[in-house]
């Protein structure tokens, strides 16, 4: 309970040192911006990239205590709030560092500000506890998005992403804040553990069922709509193929990922496995939406890529998959110990963070040299830049799920964890959509190694911003998947932190 | 005064019609304006469930203030982009900014 600890001001900052340091990261960067002009720009860049990216090892230097809840209840810090920052502030920090030379990006200095603004929303929407604060973060996120996908003011293409991306997100915030507003109205509490006591307890709406079931279906349609699932993906192809690129890759991880963490904590905690209202168990309702969200998205998703002759479309209906499998893990929670299903999709998402990065900053540097998105003109990519294809390479094999690359874990431990809660179906159709993915990913691998391209002679430059992007994604996606034990033991930790103070009602 | 009901069935209707307007009109101006209707919907809700069901807690008031401040803010950046799609394209409907298929 909130009220029953004190108030330790040390702990409660480095319950959100990420968040202080971003804020703190952010007024620099708007002096830097302001001071040095033009031709510092790059320096600009740097300083964004690096800081975001030690602001990623704050959680190590102040790691979880036994108390998680802070500032009134209105912050969790555990675990997977620690897993989850590392993931959006490292995907922040390529993603600046990704923008350097990017024809959409580079000539204005306020793009950093902006990213560094939206990171500071994850960061703060994974540790969000109450519906205010979720509310807060996750427009924190979303406004610098909007911005964001429609930073190429001269282009046509940009504004058009930018507006479809702030109409059906705004309409998708309007939909899940008054599905607040009724959990709100049903329990007289915004802060989500106190909902679910008084939801159990049944203290204002008593036994009856509908009402808040139409709660529970307004949030995970705005839910829906945040992280791309069928049947609310409409937006995703046209605001990803617009926006400038280094945007679209952290629109596809960051909002993504912290949107995913925020929904398995408020799953989890507002409708627990004991809300049972007219003899029907709450979680088993969710849990079927979750997973008929989840082989929609993992279908259509998988079936729509197969005719994209657009890298940057391929990869938005991809990533519509992607979500679907990660929500396999999120119906994996139904077991009633969630610790499985919550560390499979948080390793999940943490390998689909830096494969979509890698692949997405290869795009920034292929489309700088040829001014194409197109996948034809990867042809003969090999011998214009080996090393560029190698680590495009590696973030494809990873996003099919092929050994040695983190996506084969990541897919393994998604599968495991649905089993493991008797959704044997559920996995079933996840892998053998993922053997429809298969194709079209190693058509982009067949293309860039296989065919012969009308460039060959003219070689690729990885400039230094780029190799560091590179190298470290790929290291990244390796190391998950040779030694995936560190992260998945690390996300279970974190699980099991979420699982003991459910029952000791700490949270 | 008026018992809690009638509060939210002000607020389902305005919610209603607000999303009939995203849903219906082709003008982005329009569309932001329904989308605005919604977030009044929720303010009401929020207003009345705190006023009937928990007074002597501060909680559904400070989540309304925060509603109009955020509403303000997704508002002012909306209208910036309306604007800027307005310069290139002289047409602030979505559909017919066709430049990306779909």
Known sequence: MPTATEFNFLESIASIAPVVGLTVMAVVILLLDAYLGAQHRRGIAYVASFGTAAVAFTPFIWPPVEQTVFWGGTIVYDGVTQIFQVMVCLAGAIACLMAIDDRGTRNRGEYHLIVVISTLGACLLVAANDLIMIFIALETVSIPLYILASFQRKSERSAESGLKYFLFGSFASAILLFGFSLLFGFSGQTNIALIAEALVRGDIVGDTLPPV??????????????????????????????????????????????????????????????????????????????????????????????????????????????????????????????????????????????????????????????????????????????????????????????????????????????????????????????????????????????????????????????????????????????????????????????????????? | MPPLWMYLVVAAALFSIGTFGVLARRNGIAVLMSVELMLNAVNINLVAFWRFTAPMEVNGFAFAAFVFVI????????????????????????????????
């Open chain 1, 213 to 507: 079931v139409i709660a529970l279906t307004m949030v995970l349609v705005g839910f829906g709509f945040k992280v791309s699932v069928v049947p609310f993906h409409f937006w995703t192809p046209d605001v990803y193929e617009g926006a400038p690129t280094p945007v679209t890759a952290f629109v596809s991880v960051a909002s993504k990922a912290a949107s995913f963490a925020l929904l398995l904590r408020f799953l989890v905690v507002v409708f627990p496995q004991s809300l049972v209202l007219q003899g029907q168990e709450m979680q088993a309702i969710w849990v079927n939406l979750v997973a008929i969200a989840a082989v929609l998205s993992m279908i259509i998703g998988n079936v729509l890529a197969l005719r994209q002759s657009n890298l940057k479309r391929l990869l938005a209906y991809s990533s519509i998959a992607q979500a679907g499998y990660a929500l396999v893990g999120v119906a994996a929670l139904q077991s009633g110990d969630p610790t499985y299903g919550v560390s499979s999709t948080a390793f999940y998402l943490f390998m689909y963070t830096f494969s979509n990065l890698l692949i997405f900053a290869g795009i920034v540097l292929f489309t700088e040299a040829t001014g194409s998105e197109e996948i034809r003109d990867l042809a003969g990519l090999q011998r214009r830049s080996p090393m560029l294809a190698l680590a495009m390479t590696i973030s494809l094999l990873s996003l099919a799920g092929i050994p040695p690359a983190a996506g084969f874990f990541g897919k393994f431990f998604l599968f495991q964890a649905a089993v493991n809660s008797n959704l044997t179906g559920l996995a079933m159709i996840g892998v053998l959509t993922s053997i429809v993915a298969l194709y079209y990913y190693l058509i982009v691998v067949k293309v860039m190694w296989v065919d012969p391209g009308q460039d060959e002679d003219k070689p690729i430059a990885i400039g230094a911003p780029y190799g560091w992007a590179l190298a470290i994604s790929s290291v990244v996606v390796l190391f998950l998947g040779v030694i995936p034990s560190q992260i998945i033991d690390w996300a279970r930790a974190g699980a099991e932190a979420i699982q003991i103070a459910l029952r000791t009602g700490l949270l």
């Open chain 2, 71 to 102: 509403a303000a803010a997704e508002a002012a950046v909306g209208l910036a982009i309306i604007i800027s799609i307005y310069r290139t394209r002289r047409s602030v409907i979505p559909e017919e900014a066709d430049a990306l298929r779909g």
